[in-house]
Nanobody, 121 residues
Framework: QVQLVESGGGLVQAGDSLRLSCAAS????????MGWFRQAPGKEREFVASIAWSGSITRYADFVKGRFTISRDNAKNTVYLQMNRLKPEDTAVYFC??????????????WGQGTQVTVSS
């Protein structure tokens, strides 16, 4: 079992930056590829980014390429999502998940509770 806790969300203005963290307990994250997803009100949960267990391979949704960066520190059992040049349409609850690197929600086994990111215009 892996427990995931996200943090770092908040209310920011368009163009600002935030760094989300996902801290794991229960088992080392070294065993897992990790992903970030988001869900806006009234919309389905969507893929944002993923990273291989080693950190050597990353994958991004087209709408965040060049603005967001996923990284991990296995020694700290933590995964990060650096979000730059935020836009109002980035407003959502952001979730981290452990499992694979695919963009499919069903392919991830463990999920955090999410952290709210709100971007004002």
């Amino acid at each position: 079992q892996v427990q995931l806790v996200e943090s770092g969300g908040g209310l920011v203005q368009a163009g600002d930056s935030l760094r989300l963290s996902c801290a794991a307990s229960g088992r080392t994250l070294t065993y897992y590829n990790m992903g970030w997803f988001r869900q806006a009100p009234g919309k389905e949960r969507e893929f944002v980014a993923s990273i291989a267990w080693s950190g050597s391979i990353t994958r991004y949704a087209d709408f965040v390429k060049g603005r967001f960066t996923i990284s991990r520190d296995n020694a700290k059992n933590t995964v990060y999502l650096q979000m730059n040049r935020l836009k109002p349409e980035d407003t959502a609850v952001y979730f981290c998940a452990a499992g694979t690197m695919t963009p499919k929600v069903v392919d991830y086994t463990y999920w955090g509770q999410g952290t709210q990111v709100t971007v004002s215009s």
